[in-house]
Nanobody, 122 residues
Framework: VQLVESGGGLVQAGGSLRLSCVAS????????MGWFRQAPGKEREFIAA????????YYGNSGKGRFSISRDNAKNTVDLQMNSLKHEDTAVYYC????????????????WGQGTQVTVSS
């Protein structure tokens, strides 16, 4: 399993970024995917997840309202659109896959990308 994130960078507060994660090594359209983030000195935080079809989405408190998760099963990608960014959104953002069983949402993520840095200047 390989997950590769891209799209991070430096952005001013109020701006937008779109993160993308390309997946390989498993049957992408059978597995739920998620986005997490971790800021320095803080625990990893759940942002959003969606099921294998993309029909069902879930958001953590940090992702509600400003962030949107989506997937393209034809391209094996899962994206995170982030709008109205705030300084406190600064973190390393990780893509994760739940590959325990096909078409089953275990709630546990067993594969992780290397992360992409998002820095929001205030």
């Amino acid at each position: 399993v390989q997950l590769v994130e891209s799209g991070g960078g430096l952005v001013q507060a109020g701006g937008s970024l779109r993160l993308s994660c390309v997946a390989s090594g498993f049957t992408f359209d059978e597995q739920p995917m998620g986005w997490f983030r971790q800021a320095p000195g803080k625990e990893r935080e759940f942002i959003a997840a969606l099921d294998w079809s993309g029909a069902k989405t879930y958001y953590g408190n940090s992702g509600k309202g400003r962030f949107s998760i989506s997937r393209d099963n034809a391209k094996n990608t899962v994206d995170l659109q982030m709008n109205s960014l705030k300084h406190e959104d600064t973190a390393v953002y990780y893509c994760a896959a739940d590959t325990y069983q096909p078409e089953w949402w275990s709630g546990e993520y067993d594969s992780w990308g290397q992360g992409t840095q998002v820095t929001v200047s205030s």
